[in-house]
């Protein structure tokens, strides 16, 4: 009898062989987009522990893997995210530093420091700021896809952003006018506390098929990711969940107990299979040196003001 593998899986949607056919290159940099990711919210975390930083922090670390591999696809496009938005920023590119100096609260921050985690905005990597309401960037990302055809948008949000009213139009009005956005749920199953099942009987991915858009509900693999961003790539609107854990408290520096998964672990044990294990250790070493000397040289920066 075939075995049902539960949605809430690392393994779930699994294609054998998705990572064996990536170009090695491609594989190492989704995973070094997931080091500089990691080892940033690494270190927000202690800073926040020490009281350095003026923001309240949501933080992405266990969730790097699907924007990593997102943003290895859909480059150049406008980008949206909510409160969990440094994955996003970072591994499309945005400014490390001024991501820094925003959590500290520094008028070089990308929102002059006065947005915080919650409120990523840089037109430097088109990247469009959230305003606080959860899902109150979907429709206006709906918008942005309506007013520049000529380019592809990219709209992260989190499972319990799904269940506001807005959203449901906003997909419906993506689906009438056939419009270039790609929507991205991470769905870690918890919206603050609370679980999905708590919450709602349905899912997602089915209310954006019954509109029209395809859509795919999968774990969140990067391998796997990629390989269904390039294929909706080319037709969009397109939806694709992500069954993901977060490894910190819903918001600031603290932990909930042990994520269901440990995806940062798993790429790095897939990167070892594939033989790419040295090449990927250098690349995490490199990362987070980087990023730790960043960080210090900011900090730096708040004590001498
Ligand atoms: C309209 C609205 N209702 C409630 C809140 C309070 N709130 C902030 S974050 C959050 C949970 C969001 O969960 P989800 O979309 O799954 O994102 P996650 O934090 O899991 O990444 C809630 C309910 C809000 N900001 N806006
Ligand atoms: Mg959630």
Known sequence: MATTISPRSPDHGMIPGVAEQCPADVSLEM??????????????FLASKAGHLKSL???????ESVAA?????????????????????????????????????????????????????DPDIRMIGHEGLIAEHVPIAVGAALADPGSTVVCFFGDGAVEEDYFFGALGFAATHKLK??????????????????????QIQDVARSVGIRAVDITDDPWLV??????????????????TCRCYWHVGAGKDGPPEWDRFALVK?????????????KLETQMKEEIELLWKSRLQTLSAT
């Open 269 to 281: 044990q897939k990167l070892d299979e594939l033989g790419l294990g040295g090449e990927a250790g």
């Open 31 to 44: 995973f070094r987009r997931m080091c500089r990711s990691r080892y940033f919210d690494e270190q927000a």
């Open 69 to 121: 591999a997102i943003s290895t696809v859909m480059k150049g496009s406008w980008i949206f995210t909510q409160h969990r938005g440094h994955a996003p920023y970072l591994t499309f590119g945005g400014n490390a530093t001024k991501l820094m100096d925003e959590l500290i609260g520094l008028p070089s921050g990308c929102c002059g420091g006065m947005g915080g985690s919650p409120c990523i905005h």
């Open 226 to 243: 990629r390989h269904h961003a390039k294929e909706l790539a080319g037709e969009l609107p397109a939806f694709i969940n992500c069954r």
């Open 181 to 202: 956005i790609l929507f991205v749920c991470e769905d870690n199953d918890l919206s603050v506390l609370t679980p999905t099942t708590d919450r709602r009987s349905w």
């Open 57 to 63: 922090i949501y933080l992405s670390a266990g969730q």
